[in-house]
């Protein structure tokens, strides 16, 4: 009975080691956020290969206070919503969804990112994520620099 | 005395044949609604004087519901918010706002345009009315050949 007992402890240990990395919640619901503002990214830019297109922010009510005071609260989350950019008849229109990146606040989880998780979903799949483990190099080096703004880009505006 | 009257009724009716054209109200709180997408007209289109830069649309609940239904309540408001395009470093971004276009669902009060009011305010000014009673040949004769969508271009997306 003691080595089952054993046993069954040491499944348990090694399902908690490979969820040890903290997963960021599929944002359900954003697209009725608030919109914070948006771009486009073109050819020749830096950021082009990964972030080319035209992209929306959306902000959740406690994301909304930390824009306001600067602090972001834990469960504020800020949405980067990548569409393809459609050049037609001196237009730039909005094409399919390229990645819905995801800034999600949680001091305890994230503790190593700022108190942010980061995550991007390709085609705005829940079930692609393209970040999972790699936030600290892939997204939070970029954010490092805004520590002052909490680790956050965008500003609200009129 | 009847004289007086006369006069006093008058006035009164030059008055009401002034205030004769139904007002679009200035649409409070637009910010927080819902965006429905977005678009930049560049120079080269057609309607690059009147619309040029980088715009966005919101709409209030009763719109969604139009936009859902096919056919647009009364008290449906859609904003057409039109920004600068700032071109800088290979990016569009946004720069102030140009105008802010307002169409307002009122079966009864804009019965001549098919029951939406449009304006516009200048800059978002609230005191800046750019339509005013020119709606019919500013506004309306571009939406008529959608009478199907009930006068509307836009159409929500994920």
């Known amino acids: 009975m003691k080595s089952k007992?054993?046993?069954t402890c040491g499944i348990a240990a090694t399902a908690l080691s490979l969820q040890a990395d903290p997963e960021v919640p599929y944002p359900t619901g954003y697209r009725d956020w608030q919109h914070v503002k948006s771009m486009v990214i073109e050819q020749g830019h830096p950021l082009y290969t990964a972030f080319?297109?035209?992209?929306h922010l959306y902000a959740n009510n406690e994301a909304l206070k930390g824009y306001r005071d600067g602090r972001f609260p834990n469960g504020a989350v800020i949405i980067f919503d990548l569409l393809e950019a459609v050049h037609e008849g001196n237009t730039i229109g909005e094409g399919s969804r390229k990645v819905l990146g995801v800034m999600h606040k949680d001091e305890d989880k994230f503790s190593a990112t700022g108190g942010w998780g980061f995550e991007g979903f390709a085609g705005g799949d829940p079930s692609?994520?393209?970040?999972?483990?790699?936030?600290?190099?892939a997204c939070f080096a970029c954010h490092q620099p805004q520590k002052d703004r909490d680790y956050v880009f965008s500003a609200l505006r009129d």
Not at 52 to 55: L, M, P, Q, W
Not at 128 to 137: D, E, F, K, L
Request: hydrophobic letters at 55%.
């Open 52 to 55: 080319g297109g035209i992209h």
């Open 5 to 7: 007992i054993l046993v």
């Open 128 to 137: 692609r994520r393209v970040v999972a483990g790699n936030a600290a190099t």
